[in-house]
């Protein structure tokens, strides 16, 4: 019988090569993603063709999407199964063999469920904690380690799920709340002193920010959060712009709480006007304190719909969050979802494909907070997305992007014209009068931007030459493919030719490889053995990859100058390949993309301010 070290080793090589996979799939679907924002912005709601692309690469992102929860649900499993290994008694585990892994489907939670409704080991919420019950002191008595796994269990039967079920939702909020009791039950049979909840923290005007939130909450989040709250109480929108990894969702998911919270009476005179055309009510029996926040639409990127989820989950675990998305639980009846949501309001989160699609269903709804995160997406002001979202009777309008201008003044109007409608007048009197004068005196003092031109290897420009001899090209330069598609292949051919072929080509010739050794020449890195790892047969060699050479001597001579850096790449597995060789180098470096958790990266960044000649990749 294997030892359970060994078993560990063998788990957690499982999850390392399932996290592979993960990043993999989320790097394919950012992909997508991107094509659909393309398709988006020249989206013609009367060209049946257009809305047939749309549905179809809807229809692949949703088995992308399938996929991707797929191998979210392996790696928690197989993480359950490694903490109970490590936590668990050698004799237990050889005694009782493998550990079971938590169901995570929605059927098994709805069993689980039941049986915690009946189950006495936690009191009803409705029964006051304080009178004595025998089934409480029963569920003390329970050792650690089976509350432990229990806790864990029950966790896991909510992960992913949104709450289009109504009575899943109102299962999940009585669970939460008996969790709370048990907790408190917990520490008083211990003779433990209750954990004291900190106080409600009040801002200027009335709203109360839920004290277990606001004291988790770094000085710049609560600076964040008293803004949008000024900017509530005048009537108009805003634009979230800190960089990645401050915590934006976290700072809008507080205020929200926050409005939830406070029991304030409404001033939304157009809110107001569209409920009173509405035959939905905005009250909940289910979520106290939801009395004067209507129901709430929030935009995303399809790849942060379940990161928005869990944020959710962690911050306001009370609040219903459904999902208007092919991922989602009750996408195949999308009205009937929306009257639902309606009758208990709540959060509705969806991507931008998803809102195109449903525009004639969303838009008369009355929404009292309607958000763009990334909302960089609607830059273009003739594409069909940013009219659309115009067109939302919303008294209030938020933007959360780390990127809110991207290229040009106009795209900084397109957003703004947003969240506060004509503020800077119509677009050609803002370019007339702000764009043009602007762009002029920033270069009036300013050094020229420096843009390093990097030469193909030779290798590269074979592949490169390649492809445009391939049938794939010429169905492009025949109006036949997809032109977006091809010009992704050929950015990543430039990057680094194994992100296009997956290796070193082992058929044909590799053409030029003594010629890219010599332009490699000039290349050191410190230690001397590390050059193994520049092996042709290496994925990632950078004697395949001109940009990664030069990349790698500027990063040598900055170290050399003592400076910091920091590098940018748009593909995971470029920035995977980079690592590779900067820990070759013996370069100290930290890395942050989108895999990082957000409770990590505002360390990373305090990390990196405070080391010197630190090196930062980010992707």
């Known amino acids: 019988m294997p030892t359970p070290s060994l078993n560990m080793k063998s788990l957690s090589e499982s999850i390392n090569k399932v996290r592979e996979d993960i990043e993999f799939a989320v790097s394919e679907i950012e992909g997508m993603e991107s094509l659909l924002d393309r398709l988006l912005s020249d989206f013609d709601p009367n060209d049946r063709s257009s809305e047939r692309k749309v549905r179809s690469l809807e229809s692949q992102i949703e088995v992308k999407m399938s996929l991707l929860d797929t191998l979210r649900k392996r790696e928690n499993a197989l993480a359950y199964r490694l903490s109970s290994l490590s936590q668990l008694p050698t004799s237990e585990l050889t005694e009782n063999g493998p550990i079971q892994e938590p169901s995570l489907s929605q059927n098994a939670s709805s069993r689980t469920l039941k049986k915690s409704s009946s189950s006495t080991s936690v009191p009803d919420p409705d029964v006051d904690p304080r009178r004595p019950q025998k089934a409480s002191s029963k569920a003390v008595r329970k050792s650690s380690s089976s509350e432990s796994v229990n806790e864990i269990a029950r966790a896991s039967i909510f992960d992913g799920v949104d709450d289009a079920d109504l009575e899943f939702y109102k299962r999940r909020a009585r669970l939460h709340k008996r969790s709370e009791l048990q907790k408190e039950l917990n520490a008083l049979e211990s003779n433990m002193p209750v954990k004291e909840k900190p106080e409600d923290a009040e801002l200027d005007g009335g709203l109360r920010i839920p004290g277990e939130i606001w004291a988790r909450l770094y000085d710049y989040q609560r ?245 445009l001899c391939s049938r794939a090209c010429t169905e492009i330069l025949n109006g036949k493919g997809l032109v977006f598609k091809g010009l992704i292949l050929l ?82 597995r470029m920035l995977r390949i980079l690592e590779k060789y900067l820990s070759a180098a013996g370069y100290a470096y930290l890395k942050m993309d989108g895999t990082t958790p957000v409770g990590q990266r505002q360390k990373l960044v305090e990390m990196f301010n405070a080391r010197p000649g630190a090196a930062s990749t980010s992707s």
């Not at 994925?539 to 900055?558: A, D, I, N, Q």
């Open 223 to 467: 600076t964040g959060v008293r803004w949008l709250w000024q900017l509530h109480r005048h009537g108009t929108g805003g634009i979230l712009g800190d960089e990645m990894g401050l915590g934006k969702t976290i700072q809008i998911i507080a205020f929200l709480a926050g409005l939830r919270h406070s029991h304030l009476p409404s001033t939304d005179s157009i809110f107001q006007m569209a409920m009173s055309r509405s035959r939905n009510s905005v009250r909940s029996a289910y979520d106290d304190g939801l009395v004067n926040l209507g129901p709430v639409l929030i935009v995303c990127p399809a790849t942060v719909l379940s990161q928005w989820l869990s944020e959710f989950r962690t911050w306001i675990p009370t609040a219903r969050v459904v999902i208007l998305h092919s991922s989602g639980s009750g996408y195949t009846n999308p009205s009937r979802l929306m009257s639902s949501l309606f009758s208990t309001s709540g959060f509705v989160l969806t991507t931008y494909g998803t809102l195109m699609l449903h525009r004639d269903l969303l838009l008369p709804l009355a929404w009292q907070y309607l958000i763009l995160d990334e909302g960089h997406k609607i830059k273009n002001p003739e594409a069909d997305i940013t009219m659309t979202v115009k067109r939302f009777l919303t008294p209030h309008k938020l933007i959360v992007s780390g990127t809110p201008m991207q290229n040009n003044l106009k795209e900084l109007w397109s957003i703004f014209d947003f969240v506060n409608v004509g503020k800077l007048g119509s677009l050609p009197d803002f370019l007339q009068n702000f764009a043009v004068p602007i762009t002029q005196g920033g270069y009036a003092t300013s050094s020229p931007v420096q843009v390093l031109f990097c030469r193909l290897t030779n290798y590269q420009r074979s592949v490169y030459e390649e492809y």
């Open 491 to 572: 950015k990543a051919l430039c990057n680094h030719p194994d992100l296009v072929t997956g290796g070193p080509r082992h058929f044909g010739m590799r053409n030029g490889e003594d010629q890219d050794d010599l332009l490699a020449g000039k290349l050191s890195l410190d230690p001397p053995d590390s050059r193994a790892e520049m092996a042709w047969e290496q994925f990632g060699c950078p004697r395949r990859s001109g940009k990664l050479m030069v990349t790698l001597e500027l990063l040598r001579l900055w170290y050399q100058q003592g400076h910091k850096a920091l590098v940018f790449t748009q593909s995971r």
